[in-house]
């Protein structure tokens, strides 16, 4: 099997255990791992179910990881259709120690509006980001 396959299906599955410590707890919003966060890398989306490798982007800065961490931590499950447009960008959030990361995709949209992020693994589920958060993220990826 190879690594970027083995590495897809790992993934897979802590974003899966993750989910489903959340869904335990009566929680509704988008599960990250309880560890420390070393790089967030994002590219321009390719398209979903897909991880687009080539990170225009690496967000390594503390304070800039801190703003990214907490909006992705407080985007909460919405009821609703997975937008029909490609996605705008990848987002691969990457843990020290080697821990497995978690690829997402989000849908930035324009200053003053919502945004929506999902897993690459399981678009399914669509997560909201207030418009406060969404345009502290654009501030640091644009």
């Known amino acids: 099997m190879n690594k970027k396959l083995l590495g897809a299906l790992v993934a897979a599955g802590v974003v899966a ?23 967030i890398r994002v590219s ?14 690496a967000i390594e800065e503390v304070e800039q990881i801190a703003v990214l961490e907490a909006a992705l931590r407080n985007a909460k499950l919405q009821s609703g259709v997975l937008p029909e447009a490609t996605p705008e960008y990848d ?3 990457e843990y ?8 997402l995709h989000l849908w930035l949209g324009e200053e003053g ?3 929506l992020v ?21 501030k640091v990826i644009r």
């Open 91 to 93: 987002l691969m959030v």
């Open 44 to 57: 321009k989306s390719t398209g979903l179910g897909l991880n687009n490798e080539e990170s225009v982007v």
């Open 96 to 103: 020290q120690n080697g821990l497995p990361s978690h690829p």
């Open 113 to 115: 509006e919502e945004a």
């Open 17 to 39: 255990v993750a989910t489903y410590a959340m869904y335990q707890a009566g929680g509704e919003r988008l599960a990250l791992l309880d560890e420390k966060i070393e790089t």
């Open 118 to 138: 999902t897993y690459t693994v399981n678009y399914e589920e669509v997560y909201k980001i207030s418009a406060k958060d969404a345009d502290e993220i654009r």
